[in-house]
């Protein structure tokens, strides 16, 4: 096991590595979990969907959502940050998928309840895309933020 959170220092600041399966993607597919250039972080996207044997209703996505903010804030937290500090929100949405049974106002609602247990107002700028699909094939969403210190 690695120490974490594991500092490397960069071009006005330094990649924060908050878990081992952000040493896995930072080793293994050459991506920062998180950047941090004097006083902005940027965060990569974190992605929510279903673990083999999870369910796909809105409650199950609502879970996933949780697990994908629990690892953002753990990754915020290493960086000096938290979710007070986030400025900008894109998420990058798969609409009709097999991986979620609802609609994409099912989506956004348990994606905006989920982010509200997270982010209190004041509401960080936000940009929500539909594509056609993510790097982990059961994911439904992918959650990118920036935050300013």
């Known amino acids: 096991m690695a120490d974490l959170p594991r500092r490397i220092a960069s071009t006005g600041g330094e990649v924060v590595i908050a878990s081992e399966r952000a040493v896995t993607m930072y080793e293994s597919f050459k991506f920062a979990a998180a950047r941090r250039v004097d006083k902005t972080i940027y965060l990569s996207g974190v992605i929510a969907g279903p ?27 290493a960086a000096g940050a938290s979710f007070a500090h986030v400025a900008m929100i894109n998420t990058f949405h798969v609409w009709e998928s097999d991986n979620f049974d609802g609609d994409r106002n099912a989506q956004l609602g348990a994606f905006i309840a989920v982010k509200d247990e997270f982010m209190p107002p004041p509401h960080p700028a936000w940009t929500a895309v539909g594509t056609t699909g993510l790097a982990q094939d059961t994911g439904v969403v992918e959650i990118q933020m920036t935050a300013h210190l």
């Open 51 to 77: 673990a083999r044997g999870e369910g796909r209703d809105v409650e199950a996505f609502k879970a996933q959502l949780r697990r994908a903010f629990a690892d953002i804030g753990a990754t915020l937290e």
